[in-house]
């Protein structure tokens, strides 16, 4: 059976197995292969929390999900159409997610007594109802990749370990790409390690001819799927993660301000990554510090800033909760800081490596003594670019502490990017005070104090976390004067707002019956679920400026009968919503730890729809289903 790009547009795969099965590196080659192929695609990966479940159980399933398609991508999908199991576990974890009909491709040299009681199943489900419905093709890809990797001399336990090449060969085939590119990768990859080299090369070979094979003799149950390529608008295009591009966007922001960037972090899931990868642009004046702990993570970026380079701390939730008092610091002294919080589900430690937008009252309210802050949200991996950018615009331009967020969805999905034309960016200027009587004179547009850098002759000035007068500077616990600096500080914020563009709608009219409104990740899956269902009175609003609020954003939402917020949380933007705005919108909360599902959103909209309307959006809603 063969299905060529005619059949589809789009297709769901995802990869599960242990987390030392390669599950990770099978995704991001298999995404190298769709980008050269020319498909759009976004991704999920999906880490399990433990960072070393024993062998074999369900909470140590690590998955990787990828969407590709000839149309536009905008969310890793729904449901999968493939799935590539590499134990009983990670079949278990996911066939629940599957679609109807979906093909599975099963390692069969795992289904053992031993394994399937790891995984809680009582009988082996190939011989059951569990797998009625779907297309199963069971591989020993365990025997066939050690027969593949033999000659190398590899021990069993390191042979073993190619079998994710062996089934990326196989995907390969399926797909009719070219072996040439990982091949290549595998080259420069193992460059010095000669036996893992060839090893894994043999197994990559040994799949993609097992897949040929198979055509002749298996040619009913092993199809081989076709996507045409997708159309972009002209460009130069790479393949980008939310961390990566949120990495090239602070870089840029100093390369636009003409300043060093000093990255100030502590280790924590999932901002991590964020460090790892600016550790590898010094070339591009950015400095990297990892400090003890998150308050000196903190305190060290804002010493960075008085210095006068841009200091940025990352953290997620739990780290951003101990960061909270020097965050206050910087606010008091007026010093630019910009702070990437990547969210993650729940309180406390809570879920490490799942996703969830639950930091926005954090953000917004998260500080003693009425300290505002601007907030930005970005919304996709390719925007986090264009926020970072934004961030260090902001922070500079006010003289403020900003808070960036990001989540653990972003951080590590990929997507296409087209490289951004730096040409379009406005230079993000800073100018001293040109005297010692100027030094706490504030920019009337702005309310931004100079920036002065220690040692500056004769501007020599100390400032800290104790209130100062408005305009000397000096301590000051006058009553009146902190009256008036406090109405400064909340002034400043809601002066950001003048320098931000109006909202506008992502899809749709400025007026009709329901407005889906959103922020952050949810971007993908809110914008499909609206492009499906093709209702005129339906829009698609989505924030990127969480504090303050574009200008106005309370007139545009008026225009609808219906606001619909989904979020994965249990309701903040719409909290934020009745409180600046005085609206009353419809929450759809979500924390599951994953993302939304386009028909989650398809059927909420529907419900605020007139009946005709209704089933309209019932057919659209059965036609998203794979």
Known sequence: MTETSQDRNSIVVRFAGDSGDGVQLLGSQFVASTATAGNDFATFPDFPAEIRAPAGTTFGVSAFQINLGSRRITTAGDAPDVLVAFNPAALKVNLPLLSDGALILLNTDSFNPKNLGRAGFEQDPRGSEHLSGYRVLEMDMGKLTLEAVKPFGLPKSDASRCKNFWSLGVLLWMFDRELEPIAEWIEQKFAGKETIR???????????????????????????????????????????????????????????????????????????????????????????????????????????????????????????????????????????LVVVNSQRGGPSTGLPTKTEQSDLYQAVYGRNGDAPVPVLGARSPGDCFEVAVEAVRIAVRHMTPVLLLTDGYLANAAEPWALPDMQGFEPIRSEPAPGREELFERDPETLARPWVAPGTPDLMHRIGGLETDFLTGDISYDAENHQRMTQMRADKVTAVARFIPEQVPELGDTEGKVAVVGWGSSYGALNRAVRTLSNPEVAHIHIRYLNPFPPNLGDLLGGFEHILVPEMNMGQLSTLLRDRLELHPTSLPKVTGQPFRVAEILAAITKHLPRRAQRIGTTALQESQP
């Open 198 to 336: 060839d090893s894994n090369m043999a197994a990559l070979k040994a799949g993609h001819a097992y897949g040929e094979t198979a055509e002749l003799e298996l040619s009913a149950t092993l199809p081989q799927l076709g996507i045409a390529p997708a159309t972009f608008p002209a460009g130069e295009y790479r393949n980008v993660t939310g961390t990566e591009a949120l990495a090239l966007g602070l870089a840029a922001g100093g390369e636009l301000a003409d300043r060093p960037v000093l990255f100030c972090s502590y280790p924590i899931t999932p901002a991590s990554p964020l460090l790892h990868r600016l550790s590898r642009l010094g070339e591009l004046n950015i400095g990297v510090f990892q400090a003890e702990d998150e308050i000196a993570a903190a305190c060290a970026a804002i010493g960075a800033s008085y210095g006068g380079a841009i200091g940025v701390t990352s953290s997620s939730g739990p780290g951003i909760a101990l960061k909270t008092e020097a965050i206050g610091l910087a606010i008091s002294a007026e010093i630019p």
